[in-house]
Structures are given as structure tokens and as C-alpha cells.
């Protein structure tokens, strides 16, 4: 789990696994709310790699829509 992200969000506990990853409870450590963080089962070694990635690739292509889920960030 990068530094980046646990300077910033709190990890409270796991709620599910997927095939790719596994699904943790996150709180915003400055605003208190709460989001569902994805920690990808494969170890990526750079940002670019992890951008080139298919999970990374189609979450960022769904566009927003109050019934569907979509990624705020990625570390
Ligand atoms: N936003 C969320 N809030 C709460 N729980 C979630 C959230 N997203 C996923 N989960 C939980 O984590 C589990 C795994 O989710 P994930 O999206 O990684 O995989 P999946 O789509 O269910 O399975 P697979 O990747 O194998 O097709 C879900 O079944 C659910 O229980």
C-alpha cells in the first residue's frame, strides 16, 4: 500500500475480495467520510505501469452516473 495513500486515508477493515483485488473500508483522514478502497493483487512497479493496466484503464473510462460506482484516484 503506497505511502501516498496511507497519508491520506485510514484503512478501517476489509469488506470483500475480488478475482483482482481485494476491497478495504477507507476513511479520509482530513473530511471523515468513508470510501471503498481497491488494493490490486498484482505489485506494480511504476505509476506508468499501473496506468497501462486493464482494471486501471476501464475505471477510468466509466463516466459518471449516480447508480455506478467510478475511481476518484489511484496511488
Ligand atoms: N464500493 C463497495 N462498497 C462495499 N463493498 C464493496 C464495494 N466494492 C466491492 N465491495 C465488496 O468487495 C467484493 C469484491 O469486489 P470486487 O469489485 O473486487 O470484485 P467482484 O467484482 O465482486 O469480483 P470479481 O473481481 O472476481 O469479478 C464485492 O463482492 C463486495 O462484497
Do not use: W
Not at 484503512?11 to 471503498?36: H, M, P, W
Request: aromatic residues 10%.
Amino acid at each position: 500500500m503506497s505511502t501516498s495513500f496511507l497519508k491520506k486515508y485510514k484503512v478501517i477493515q476489509r469488506v470483500g475480495e475480488g478475482s483482482f483485488s481485494q476491497v478495504l473500508k477507507c476513511q479520509d483522514r482530513n473530511t471523515g467520510l468513508f470510501y471503498a478502497g481497491k488494493r490490486l493483487k498484482r505489485i506494480y512497479k511504476s505509476i506508468s505501469e499501473i496506468m497501462e493496466s486493464p482494471e486501471i484503464i476501464v475505471m477510468r473510462k466509466i463516466s459518471r452516473h449516480p447508480n455506478i460506482l467510478y475511481m476518484i484516484e489511484f496511488h
